[in-house]
């Protein structure tokens, strides 16, 4: 059973996907202005990259877009017509193309194509052939179609509507063209809860429960119009909604690098600036068989989990998983072939590399929203977002250094030393004496709360402080 359970303030809406009652899918989005995929603006090229054949486009927000050129070579300064396909994720900005989309319901229109299309999980030849047949007589002159696969079933009636409406978006589109000045706005996304539902419909939901009485009433309406039955409909009231269906600990746990498998194995994952790299571990896991057999049901519980991981966290780009060890052929087939299936259910599609002899497997994934990391949580005002900070003994040893250093250059010999108490350990015992013995010098030490742990003061105890 899946559902969606939708949390809706002014200040942001939280998205669950909930697969037999297991969180499948998170997605936060804090403002309207946050969400930039689908998004279409009248840009101006700010500069050029002849050498990659790209351009940065200005689209009137603080970070330019990419485009790659392709097809027709721009200039800079020229206004060009582009559509946001990523998101802002870290120093980079926003990814865009000239290859406009406006999508539906049940179809997608394209406004720099002239074919039908069809979804390839549109399967049934029959139905394909009907839907493609339908689309060629609906389809406006000078646009193309792309068929979803919330199509299959619905009647032309539906189907024509469909069109009807995105046609009416792209002329508005045209006439908001014509006379806005570059940069600007032409056409924002549908908010968050719209989406889910556009997006996800295809996808068996039974159940869509929101906290929000507006939402709720812009929900029912866009499932009316569905031709299949819609699912359920709830307003949540009372207790907070994320609370009710239990998921906090879910969500926390999103970010954590360690995953632990079912038999007592686990899943490292860390991530880098051109890729995520997942490790399996076997860990406490250990099967009545041989090595051997432990080896297998852990990459087995791991293919599993990690298909899971990538859907959780919405990890994009390049992923390395590093299996455990395994020697034969047959084996390292059944993971892989768990490890497809396992993938089937990602609307993202993504796509698996052979195992190499070093059981090492590459995954390719798209990758269109904002890091969900990048919108959670922010570099550790302590470590600087390296997550470590210098070791207790690293910090002593630099401590004495800078010590003798300061005795040297002046007279002083009674000395204050403030340190956090994270060192506190470290100052106890004899050191001190040692340090004074060594020094030439009296040392008294103060632990002060507020500096940070790699921080420290010498002072010269004599002075007024």
């Known amino acids: 059973m899946s559902k969606i359970v939708m949390s809706v303030t002014k200040d942001e809406t939280r998205m669950a996907l909930l697969e037999n009652g297991r969180l499948a899918e998170y997605v936060v989005e804090r403002d309207a202005g946050a969400h930039l995929v689908g998004s279409i603006y009248k840009g101006k090229v700010s ?134 000045k570059a940069p600007a706005l032409l056409h924002r996304e549908l908010d968050l809860a719209i989406r889910v539902v556009r997006d996800y419909i295809s996808m068996n939901i039974d159940e869509i429960i929101v906290d929000d009485e507006a939402a709720f009433e812009r929900l029912k309406e866009f499932l009316a119009n569905l031709p299949v039955q819609p699912p359920m409909l709830k307003l949540h009231k009372g207790e907070e909604i994320f609370a009710y269906y239990q998921l906090q600990e879910q969500v926390l746990a999103i970010t ?104 090492l497997v590459e995954i390719t994934r798209k990758k269109s929203r904002q890091n969900l990391s990048a919108v959670l949580y922010t570099d550790c005002p302590v470590c600087n977002g390296i997550g470590i900070i210098r070791s207790k003994d690293t910090l002593v040893l630099e401590i004495k250094r800078k010590l003798r250093h300061a005795l040297m250059n002046k007279g002083g010999k009674n000395i204050l030393l403030n340190v956090n108490p994270w060192l506190e350990e470290c100052f106890k015992g004899h050191l001190l004496k040692d340090w004074e013995k060594e020094l030439g010098c009296t040392l008294n030490v103060e632990f002060k709360t507020n500096l940070h742990p790699e921080t420290y003061q010498i002072l010269d105890n004599n002075v007024d402080n």
């Open 47 to 180: 500069h050029l990259l002849q050498g990659i054949q790209a351009a940065f486009i200005d689209i009137g927000l603080s970070q330019n877009a990419f485009l790659y050129q392709g097809g027709k070579p721009l200039t800079e300064g020229e206004t060009v017509l582009v559509q946001i396909t990523k998101d802002v994720r870290g120093n980079k900005g926003p990814t865009a193309t000239r290859n406009i989309t406006l999508p539906g319901k049940f179809v997608v229109l394209l406004l720099n194509a002239k074919y039908v299309g069809l979804s390839r999980k549109i399967n049934d030849l029959k139905e394909r052939k009907r839907l493609e047949e339908l689309c060629k007589n609906l389809c406006p002159k000078d646009l193309g179609i792309v068929v979803r696969t919330s199509a299959i079933g619905v009647a032309e009636e539906l189907l024509r509507q469909d069109i009807d409406e995105l046609v009416e978006q792209y002329r508005i589109l045209q006439a908001r063209n014509k006379v806005a």
């Open 256 to 359: 954590d690098r360690q995953v632990p498998l079912p038999s007592g194995g686990t899943l490292v994952i860390d991530y880098t600036e051109a890729m995520t790299v997942i490790d399996v571990n076997s860990g406490k896991f250990n099967s009545s068989g041989s090595m051997e057999d432990t080896i297998l049901a852990t990459n087995r519980e791991a293919a599993v989990e990690i298909a899971h991981q990538l859907r959780l966290r919405d990890i994009g780009g390049i992923i390395v998983v590093d299996f455990i060890d395994m020697r034969k052929d047959a084996q390292k087939l059944e993971i892989m072939s768990i490890l497809q299936t396992a993938l089937e259910g990602d609307r993202m599609r993504p796509k698996v590399q052979d195992i190499t002899v070093l059981n």
